[in-house]
């Protein structure tokens, strides 16, 4: 059973430019949360996806974005990079409804903007 | 908002020494609460979870106890070994999948 699953590993931007980060969850699970985790800090919440649509939202400007397909797979846009956000990106998966409430995380994307 | 605060590290130990790093919270309802490890490279494990007062969570020796009355969460190990090395997190959820993470303790336990 595949858990989630995230790409690319690592990348290099420069500011002003725009990103995509893609994410595919553990099988069988319908939601996708982002996070972000800069260097020594805890990850924080980006937004969450489910049924294709923008559920919550965490305090981030609109230069982040993002996407969900009928599959659950997701992709995080940003745009106009700042060197602020160099940072770990983490996608989650869960089931919604599921009484545990426990998150799914991958491996992360790892963004450098110079 | 809520929040989550957790001891500041590194936390460097012993092999066989006694585990507590401090998690307290400030939530509205009544949240639940988890830890999370972070080993190096890799992503966020879930290690325990309680998701109502008095409840323990316990998962690799590993043990935290919900304490509505003074809104802690701390995580014990009575023994730690070298392979325990990791970063831990502390996280409430109130309900909605979105998790509100502590700032991280990394533990070094030496051999």
């Known amino acids: 059973d595949a858990g989630v699953t995230q790409s690319p590993t690592h990348l290099i931007k420069t500011r002003g430019q725009q990103v995509t980060l893609r994410c595919s969850p553990k099988?069988?699970?319908?939601?996708v949360s982002w996070y972000q985790q800069a260097l020594g800090q805890g990850p924080q919440f980006i937004f969450q996806?489910?049924?294709?649509?923008?559920?919550q939202r965490g305090n981030f400007p609109d230069r982040f974005s993002g996407h969900q397909f009928p599959n659950y797979s997701s992709e995080l846009n940003v745009n106009a990079l700042l060197l602020g956000d160099s940072a770990l990106y983490l996608c989650?998966?869960?089931?919604?409804?599921?009484?545990?409430?426990?998150?799914?995380f991958g491996e992360g994307s790892r963004l450098t903007v110079l | 908002g809520d929040s989550v605060t957790q001891m500041e590290g590194p936390v460097t130990l012993s092999e066989e020494a006694f585990l507590t790093i401090n998690c307290t919270y400030t939530?509205?309802?009544?949240?639940?609460l988890f830890w999370y490890v972070q080993y190096p490279g890799e992503g966020l494990q879930l290690l325990l979870k309680?998701?109502?007062?008095?409840d323990k969570g316990s998962n690799k020796g590993f043990e935290a106890t919900y304490r509505k009355e003074t809104t802690s969460f701390h995580l014990e190990k009575g023994s730690v070994q070298v392979s325990d090395s990791a970063v831990y997190f502390c996280?409430?959820?109130?309900?909605?999948?979105?998790?509100?993470f502590g700032t991280g303790t990394r533990l070094k336990v030496l051999a």
């Open positions: 996280a409430l959820s109130s309900g909605t999948y979105k998790y509100i």
């Open positions: 309680a998701t109502k007062a008095d």
């Open positions: 989650a998966s869960s089931l919604l409804g599921l009484a545990s409430g426990e998150l799914f």
């Open positions: 996806y489910y049924e294709e649509e923008e559920r």
């Open positions: 939530a509205t309802g009544y949240p639940s």
């Open positions: 099988s069988g699970h319908d939601t």
